[in-house]
């Protein structure tokens, strides 16, 4: 085996920023996300809210708001409201959307979600449909309420 120059290791180090330059000029690899064709069956007064991701990036599942709403509601008769209505209460991820896509469809006010606090089974949480922001509250707080109903992707 013959020694190892300097001019050698120079050679080979252009050699690698080259391929280096080349690499940075390619354009970045694209993700080809498919969205096979669905069709989502709404009864009447029934909106298409969206899509919920999985954490890969794929549909969860499809969102629909039902037209029932419900006022001055604790949470326990919130959730039974949903279940009357044919649906459940949305949780805090569906509700930033129904916020995002459907916001016009709401009084401006706090609607409960169906998630209790982890730490406190005696609140639970809320969106604001006016400023946006979610939050936790008593469950014996009387509050509005809306149904959603969840279709596979």
């Known amino acids: 085996m013959s020694a190892v120059t300097l001019t050698d290791i120079k050679a080979a180090q252009d050699r690698l920023a080259e391929m280096i330059a080349a690499f940075e000029q390619q354009p970045a690899a694209k993700r080809l996300l498919l969205l096979p064709e669905t069709e989502i069956p709404l009864a009447p007064g029934e909106r298409y809210a969206g899509a919920i991701l ?5 549909v969860s599942h499809h969102l629909v708001l039902l037209p029932d709403r419900g006022a001055d509601l604790t949470w326990d008769a919130a ?5 009357a209505a044919g ?4 949780t805090r991820r569906e ?3 129904l916020f995002a896509n459907l916001k016009d ?3 401006a006010a706090w609607y409960w979600s169906g998630e ?4 406190n089974g005696s609140y639970a949480w809320y969106q604001n449909f ?3 922001y979610q939050d936790n509250t008593p469950k014996s707080y009387e509050g509005r309420a809306v149904a959603v109903r969840r279709l596979p992707a």
């Open 105 to 107: 469809q709401f009084e």
């Open 54 to 58: 999985a954490a890969d990036g794929s």
């Open 79 to 83: 959730v039974e409201f949903a279940k």
């Open 116 to 119: 209790q606090h982890e730490s």
């Open 95 to 97: 509700q930033s959307l």
């Open 87 to 90: 649906g459940e209460l949305p």
């Open 130 to 132: 006016r400023l946006g």
